[in-house]
């Protein structure tokens, strides 16, 4: 018997996930602070809860999926939060980019109350989502990560378990670092090919499938030639999780030059209004 799933977030990427795991033959139990942006996902049949704890009654595999670490703490703690309310046994999943150190946190919390928790943040924006090809990156048991593969398989094709409570989120930091200073060597690339006169359609074309090729490079770059600055991935978000990896980097003693730079380009975009365009928009920085 499959289990009931819970969701809370149907943002930009819950809303994807919660399709896909819909389509194959879950009943999935909802949640969002705002229903209007839930009601599509109502229509295919998922079921509308008014609280976390409501989903907590129905479901015995919680997936959440919100925007900023307070959000994860305010869902999960607290007299009408998960874990307060959750069914015995149930598996929490956390696909949030959060902080190490609250999952550390909810997974202790969860193991006291006999709960079992994983970190799973996603990489692979609104586009992975969509098709179902995210790459998700966890920590925590073995074993509970064995039991929800085929859950996770519904919207991730690279799927890998990282280790022990936290793994997930540090993974997740190694890529952000590894896309910020990405973002900044694609928007370079184009300012230079239309400073040179060259058409950036074609110098694409050529750079894309060579040694500088990369999913931002792939994905962005053509929506930066195109002005599209809808968020795949809201800069907010982005600024977030920059902040994050240098908060965990101090701890380590670790200086990360290339990553404090690219916060401070995206810290002046949001000066300029951006904080709810796409990360692609920090070819404004240059235009």
């Not at 976390?52 to 959000?71: L, R």
């Not at 110098?203 to 195109?226: D, E, K």
Request: proline share 3%; hydrophobic share 40%; net charge negative.
């Amino acid at each position: 018997m499959k289990p009931m799933i819970g969701f809370i977030g149907t943002g930009i990427m819950g809303k994807s996930m919660i399709s896909h795991l819909l389509h194959a033959g879950y009943d999935v139990w909802i949640y969002n602070r705002t229903k209007e942006k839930a009601m599509e996902l109502i229509e295919q049949g998922a079921h509308w809860c008014n609280t976390p704890k409501e989903v907590a009654k129905h479901s015995n595999v919680i997936i959440t999926m919100v925007g900023y670490p307070y959000d994860v703490e305010e869902v999960y703690f607290g007299s009408e939060g998960l874990l307060e309310n959750a069914q015995k046994n149930t598996i929490f999943m956390d696909m949030t980019t959060s902080t190490p150190t609250l999952a550390k946190r909810i997974d202790q919390a969860a193991k006291e109350k006999g709960l079992y928790s994983l970190d799973a943040p996603v990489s692979g924006g609104d586009i992975g989502a969509k098709n179902g090809t995210l790459t998700i990156m966890v920590g925590g048991s073995q074993e509970v990560y064995d039991k929800v593969l085929p859950i996770l398989s519904c919207f991730g094709k690279n799927i890998v378990y990282q280790g022990e409570a936290g793994a997930g989120q540090h993974t997740k930091m190694c890529n952000q670092i590894a896309i910020a200073t990405n973002m900044i060597g694609v928007s370079e690339a184009l300012i230079y090919a239309k400073r040179a006169g060259l058409d950036p359609e074609k110098v694409l074309q050529s750079i894309s499938a060579g040694a500088a090729g990369s999913f931002s490079l792939t994905t962005y770059a053509p929506r930066m030639l195109a002005n599209d600055y809808s968020p795949g991935f809201f800069i907010k978000h982005f600024i977030k999780d920059m902040g994050i990896a240098l908060e965990e980097a101090e701890k380590m003693d670790l200086e990360l030059p290339g990553l404090a730079l690219a916060k401070k380009m995206y810290d002046q975009l949001v000066e300029l209004g951006e904080e709810n365009s796409g990360t692609q928009a920090l070819i404004k920085y240059w235009e």
